[in-house]
């Protein structure tokens, strides 16, 4: 086993040969061959605070549901996920990115357009893959710091969970798409902080109320846009395990929460708050502009310009902002900041603090899962709807 250590996070694009999309591929200088990876671990240091809980007495409650929820509901990447179902027609989407009229996305061949779109596809999906792994992480830490027994059977259920959300994206990159790009600097920021802060409720904030609320949100627009059956499927497992992930921390945090005192309720607040400005970071794909040769701060203010993007950004936070204001982190001081951009309207709609237990406990059904579940896209439509008609009846 050849471990390289290394205190930066690889920067370059790996291709899988192989894979389900078919592509040549082309000689990319910042190719990273199989032959030049064995293992490649970045090092994190964390003054961890951890604890043992000898009372073994388990409670009756609803994170011991949840806990019994997650061993229920297991399944497999290789068995619950028919993974030989050809690939469908390959999606581009310029208008949605507001590329349309983008002179330098105009001036690509239309070989160089697929390939931007196969690039574009691969830097979403491998931000999940990534996503997964630093959840993988902060779920392992949390079997040690969280202070009660229940939550440390519900942290190793949900570690085994992150694992196949792990292995499920990484499969579906390696086998299907063929392309892996690296973390985006924003999202790795974020895990950072997340994994190196000793405080166990620092780690169920920024993890399982920012980041997974967000990831809700965005694999629910995933499954709505992609062509790809295999990656609904996939996405519609993972969703079901997130969905329990963030009901979780809503319901440790929110009863946690209140025996703070006020200034580290701040504290909290203001860490929430910062999670959630660089999480509108990471959303746009700069990554794959500075591999096209693109000016990437020209192209980055082009596509969040658009609709679509400008929208889709705030729209992602609809499950974080009411699951804030229900722990009670939405404080005075915070507000204003969040109202500055544009996500404060979202503090009372439904929170994941209250259970459908009836929701939670579906059974594995991949068939039914292609016409569940409330969409972000017809709620994005409705607002389109609404933007068009303003700008019609202005003009
Ligand atoms: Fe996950
Ligand atoms: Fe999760």
Redesign the pocket.
Same mark, same amino acid.
């Given at each position: 086993m050849k471990v390289e250590w290394t205190e930066q996070t690889p920067r370059k694009i790996q291709r899988y040969p192989n894979a389900d999309y078919p592509h040549d591929n082309p000689d990319l200088e910042d190719v990273l061959t199989s032959a030049d990876v064995d293992h490649v671990a970045e090092i994190f240091q964390t003054p961890l605070t951890g604890s043992f809980n000898w009372d073994y007495k388990i409670q009756d409650d609803r994170i011991k549901k949840l806990y019994d929820l997650g061993k229920q509901l297991n399944w497999d990447p290789e068995m619950d996920i028919d993974w030989d179902r050809p690939w469908p027609v390959e999606q581009q989407s310029p208008e949605m990115m507001n590329l349309h009229d983008y002179e330098p996305y105009l001036a690509m061949d239309e070989d160089t357009r697929a390939e931007f779109w196969l690039h574009m596809n691969a830097w979403s999906l491998s931000q999940f893959l990534h996503?997964?792994q630093g959840?993988l992480l902060v779920a392992s830490q949390l079997c040690s710091c969280a202070p009660t027994f229940n939550a440390k059977l519900y942290a190793a259920s949900q570690t085994f =969970? !992150?694992a196949r #959300?792990v292995e499920v994206f990484n499969k579906y990159l390696q086998t299907r798409i063929g392309m892996m790009y690296p973390i985006n600097t924003h999202l790795k920021s974020i895990i950072d902080k997340i994994l190196t802060d000793p405080r166990w409720d620092m780690k169920f904030i920024g993890m399982q109320i920012v980041i997974?609320g967000l990831?809700l949100s965005a694999f629910a627009t995933a499954r709505e846009t992609t062509p790809d059956p295999v990656l609904k499927d996939v996405v519609y497992l993972?969703t079901r =395990? !997130?969905a329990r #992930?963030v009901t979780f921390g809503v319901n440790y945090l929110e009863e946690f929460v209140k025996t703070l005192s006020d200034e580290e309720r701040e504290e909290r607040a203001q860490f929430a708050y910062e999670a959630c400005a660089i999480s509108r970071e990471r959303l746009v794909a700069t990554d794959v502009f500075r591999h096209f040769g693109w000016d990437v701060e020209e192209a980055r203010k082009k596509v969040l310009d658009g609709f679509v993007m400008s929208t889709f950004r705030n729209l992602l936070f609809q499950r974080v902002i009411p699951n804030l204001n229900r722990i009670g982190l939405l404080t005075d001081k915070v507000r204003p900041k969040f109202e500055t951009l544009g996500i404060l309207d979202y503090e009372n709609l439904a929170t994941d603090g209250d259970i459908d237990w009836s929701e939670m406990e579906r059974p594995l059904d991949t068939q039914e899962a292609q016409a569940y579940e409330q969409s972000m896209l017809a709620e994005f439509a409705k607002v389109h709807e609404a933007e068009e008609s303003k700008t019609s009846s202005a003009a």
């Open positions: 996503g997964e959840a =969970d !992150e #959300h997974e990831a993972v =395990d !997130e #992930h």
